[in-house]
């Protein structure tokens, strides 16, 4: 190996730390669902991708906000539900209550102000094919291949949802 060559990370430890600090977003939406809420000062600024896998939102929402938005939940929020995979609530845009479902794997920032806690989320790759249960890696076989995209310089949102146990 040549001395500039960066080993190859055959664990996928980016995606390792991705779920586990998604772990985090979800472990706080749980405390927030409580009958009492979000305690003393805390609220929460959470931005996600509206074009991601799953996310659920009124269309007026995706027209305005057609890549990303950001949400607070604070003082009035209503239905917060923490899910396994994705959390909902109801909140009011432009005086009308809205229902959003965001799932965590489209969660790009989650900020606390009230006590400067950031979390920031980058697109995360695959992990390599060597990584997973026999289990998924045999759903992904039995999928029948589709027609193949022009490779693009973008970004890719990845599900991470696949190789969540469950």
């Keep these: 190996m040549a001395k500039d060559d960066k080993p190859k990370d055959l664990m996928g430890y980016e995606v390792l730390q991705q779920n586990a600090l998604r772990g985090v977003v979800k472990a706080a939406l749980e405390r927030a669902t409580t009958p009492r809420g979000l305690p003393g000062d805390h609220h929460f600024y959470i931005s996600f991708r509206t ?18 938005m950001t949400i607070v939940l604070q003082n009035q929020y ?19 209550p809205k229902t959003l479902l965001i799932p965590y794997a489209a969660v790009t920032r989650f900020y606390d102000p009230s006590v400067q806690y950031l979390l920031q989320f980058g697109p995360v790759e695959a992990p390599p094919a060597s990584i997973g249960a026999p289990a998924a890696k045999a759903k992904a076989a039995a999928v029948p291949d589709g027609p193949k995209e022009a490779p693009s310089d973008e970004p890719k949102i990845v599900s991470l949802d696949q190789f969540r146990k469950k």
């Design 78 to 96: 209503w239905d917060l539900n923490a899910g396994e995979t994705a959390f909902s609530v109801t909140l009011q845009f432009g005086g009308q």
């Design 51 to 68: 074009d991601a896998p799953e996310v659920s939102a009124p269309a007026d929402l995706v027209a305005r906000y057609p890549e990303e």
